[in-house]
């Protein structure tokens, strides 16, 4: 025989358990996953796009930058410029 070793007899009463357990740990992870779910769906209705105003506004910000950005560009190929020339 088994020297202190217990076997573990299936029962059915042990396979009902285990299946009980089972459906409650699924239970539980499907609810979490519907939650999540319906959180992130109505999450998403509440989510409208700005007012045409707003756009606008954003749009010339951002026309705005991009001018500032080229103007900074030729200002550091100008500096970039001098630094290689021969000003000696």
């Not at 009902?16 to 939650?35: D, E, H, M, N, S």
């Not at 930058?65 to 100008?78: N, T, V």
Request: hydrophobic fraction near 40%; glycine fraction near 6%; charged fraction near 30%.
């Amino acid at each position: 025989m088994h020297s202190g070793a217990h076997a573990i007899e299936i029962t059915p009463r042990r396979i009902k358990r285990g299946v009980t357990r089972t459906r409650k740990i699924l239970g539980r992870c499907l609810g979490t996953v519907a939650l999540a779910a319906a959180a992130l769906l109505i999450a998403r209705l509440d989510v409208q796009a700005a007012p045409p105003e707003d756009n606008k506004e954003v749009s010339q910000l951002l026309e705005d930058i991009k001018g500032q950005a080229a103007d900074l560009q030729r200002d550091s190929d100008e500096l970039e410029s001098f630094t290689r020339s021969d000003m000696s």
